[in-house]
């Protein structure tokens, strides 16, 4: 998890967020809302280079929310459209919510995990876009499309960055390193990219970086230190098996089970940070789904995504204020603002839920 916090932190200091945001422009800036629809598709590349919401809210927020705003976009509704599509970045790999899952599960494996969630990430992509283009007033003024000289520079640079997520997802699938040497590599290669490709990271700005991966990590380990030490205390004490037969006992189908789960992550996401949540709800959670014939992979993406929305679920959710901190619209105006996406990501929930092929399909096509 620290490489990959680290990785992550590199990449973010090394300008490759300029170079997506003209990648997604290159791709799909031509279209009906098209600025929106770079924010939107710039999230689903950056999640992988980042694989944080709150990061992937902050960096390209604060390019996008005055873009969007000098094009005609109300300031409240590019905030709010950041921090929703920003809810990608946890769910397409690599991601570390994903890496936490599989810790904490003895029979869900990372590259499984890390498949499930690329279908679905894409989903949440293309449903926020189609809401976009179809369904929102059209503020913005008309866009100069990019010339094809334009269009395959802007392709070029974006491919350097985006080498290091392919490699990583690859090689892990293949098996040819552990997730912990794709970790290691990709710190290597952000670092490769910045100094010597780039040139735009210095070695002066790497002990700051070190300080906020450090910082980043050391809250994540110490959330995970401390919420292990519960389980134990609970495992020692029964209280999953209780709890698991006490569940079962009034619920014996695996519809009502998903239904119930998704109601209570999500109101447990308003309160609790989500990798906190993970680590408390799943060793109790996990069991009593594998007992009603519920596909782990399947499930733990239903987990994650429950959680993810919950950043955005007003009045708690995290990236909800990390928007608002960079637009400065004030809160009450970035929930009224939030509320559609936030329909729109409980629909690809259902979906996700209740069509468990769609998180499956790429695992087992892939022999997991």
């Known amino acids: ?179 912990t040497e794709a970790a290691s590599f990709a710190v290597f290669y952000a670092l490769v990219v910045g100094l010597f490709v780039f040139r735009e990271l210095k070695p002066g700005d790497l002990p700051a970086i070190f300080a906020g991966a450090m910082r980043d990590s050391s809250s994540i380990l110490i959330i995970m230190a401390t919420v292990a030490a519960a389980n134990w ?30 109601l209570m992550l999500l109101a447990v996401g308003l309160v609790l940070e989500g990798i906190a949540a993970m680590l408390v709800l799943v060793p109790i959670l996990h069991p009593i789904a594998l007992s009603l014939g519920i596909d782990p992979t399947h499930f733990g993406i239903i987990v994650i995504f429950n959680l993810m929305i919950g950043l955005i679920t007003p009045p708690m959710g995290l990236c909800l204020f990390v928007a608002d901190a960079v637009a400065g619209v004030g809160m009450a105006r970035m929930i009224r603002a939030i509320m559609p996406f936030f329909i729109v990501e409980l629909m690809v929930l259902l979906i996700i839920t209740f069509v468990p092929g769609i998180v499956t399909f790429l695992p087992e096509l892939f022999g997991f």
């Open 1 to 179: 998890i620290p490489l990959f916090v680290l990785a992550g932190e590199l990449m973010n200091a090394s300008g490759i967020t300029s170079r997506v945001i003209n990648l997604a422009n290159a791709l799909v800036g031509h279209a009906k809302a098209g600025l929106a629809q770079v924010n939107i598709w710039s999230s689903v590349i950056f999640a992988g280079l980042s694989g944080s919401a709150v990061a992937d809210t902050s960096a390209i927020g604060r390019i996008f929310i005055p873009s969007m705003e000098k094009e005609g976009y109300p300031r409240d509704f590019a905030a709010a459209l950041t921090a929703a599509s920003s809810v990608i970045g946890p769910i397409i790999p690599p991601s570390i919510p994903v890496i936490i899952y599989a810790l904490i599960t003895t029979n869900v494996s990372v590259p499984a995990l890390f498949l499930a969630g690329i279908v679905p990430g894409v989903l949440l992509a293309l449903a926020l876009s189609v809401y976009v283009r179809f369904f929102v007033k059209n503020h913005a003024k008309p866009r100069e499309r990019m010339n094809v000289g334009e269009k395959l520079k802007a392709i070029w640079n974006g491919l350097i960055p985006l080498f290091m997520p392919v490699f990583v997802i690859g090689s892990i699938l293949a098996g040819i390193v552990t997730p």
């Open 233 to 262: 205390f609970m495992t020692f004490a029964g209280i999953p098996q209780t709890v698991s037969k006490f569940v079962l006992g009034y619920v014996d189908s695996p519809v009502t089970f998903l239904i119930l789960i998704n």
